[in-house]
């Protein structure tokens, strides 16, 4: 039987793989942070974490517990939800970006659907900097989607890298600028790739533009260029493009859960029920780096 408050603490360190942000972020001293963690292992028998002068890593077992985790705490609170007689109800207005959508958020849905039938979703999908501001416009409940910065909102979801990905036909001429397949600004992996192309001094062009994932991915299929994208969520039918290529580092990208202002006592409820659900399918959302 695990304590749930020693699986938050754990969760809490797993996304932060530091026990002093994860003290900062609990409220807690890190002795306490440290000695929670040390109680979940000894009922786990194994090691969760590795530490040493460099920092801290989730072990094998580490990332075994961290789906357990999410589950567990999912089911409690869906358990004390129903006992209490407090089942989340409503409507849900939840911003996600085109990443999810077409990949593994269907999976996350059809769970809540099933868990939380009289809460009723009104989905937006759009770029994630686009999402963001119809949050704070008022527009949106809840998003998930992808942040600017380590520093910037939200609740980590996981961190994941950026990639470069396209046709497995697809040969780079390197006396030829770099085509590549973009969303339109201001999106962040469009940021990112264009920040690593200058970084490395690689000439590029723009082959195609779509504010659409469904229409990157076709021009990617089709030969057009390469894209930036999350490593744990590469569409079918795409690769990531060899190191041989010589393509530059596009660095990491954080997915967040972020809450706008939300109104009645039942929108509350209903986006901490998704949020939850969101957080118990992390594992199945990606994969680890």
């Known amino acids: 039987m695990f304590d749930p408050v020693q699986l938050r603490t754990f969760l ?3 996304q932060t793989l530091s026990f002093t942000q994860a003290a900062h972020r609990l409220g807690l001293r890190q002795s306490t942070v440290s000695q ?3 109680r979940l292992e000894e009922a786990a028998g ?3 974490f590795t530490r040493d002068t460099h920092g801290v890593e989730l072990t094998e077992d580490g990332e075994a517990m961290l789906g357990f985790a999410r589950t567990i705490l999912a089911a409690n609170e869906r358990a004390a939800g129903w006992f209490a007689g ?4 409503g409507r849900l207005r939840f911003g996600a970006s085109e990443d999810f959508v077409l990949t593994r958020l269907p999976e996350i849905l059809e769970g809540f659907r099933r868990d939380h039938p009289e809460v009723d979703l009104e989905l937006t999908v759009e770029l994630s900097a686009t999402l963001h501001r119809q949050l704070a416009a008022g527009r949106l409940d809840l998003v998930l989607g992808k942040r600017a910065g380590e520093d910037g909102p939200g ?9 470069w990905i396209g046709s497995e036909r697809l040969r780079l001429d390197p006396d030829r600028p770099v085509p590549l397949i973009l969303y339109p600004a201001p999106a962040i992996t ?3 790739a264009l920040e690593a192309m200058e970084r490395q001094g690689r000439s590029w062009r723009i082959a195609c533009t779509s504010g659409s994932l469904s229409g990157l991915i076709a021009a990617s299929r089709a030969g057009l260029g390469v894209m930036a994208h999350a490593q744990g969520l590469i569409p079918p039918g795409l690769v ?3 190191p041989r290529a010589g393509l530059p580092e596009v660095g990491r990208v954080d997915f967040v859960l972020l809450y706008g202002r939300l109104r009645p006592t039942a929108a509350q409820e209903a986006a901490d029920a998704l949020a939850a659900a969101v957080l118990a399918g992390g594992d199945r959302l990606h994969r680890p780096m």
């Open 12 to 14: 809490a360190v797993a």
């Open 36 to 38: 929670q963690v040390r």
């Open 46 to 48: 194994r090691s969760l």
């Open 86 to 89: 407090t089942r989340p109800r």
């Open 155 to 163: 609740r980590l979801v996981w961190q994941d890298r950026l990639v």
């Open 190 to 192: 469009r940021a990112r």
């Open 240 to 242: 990531r493009v060899p």
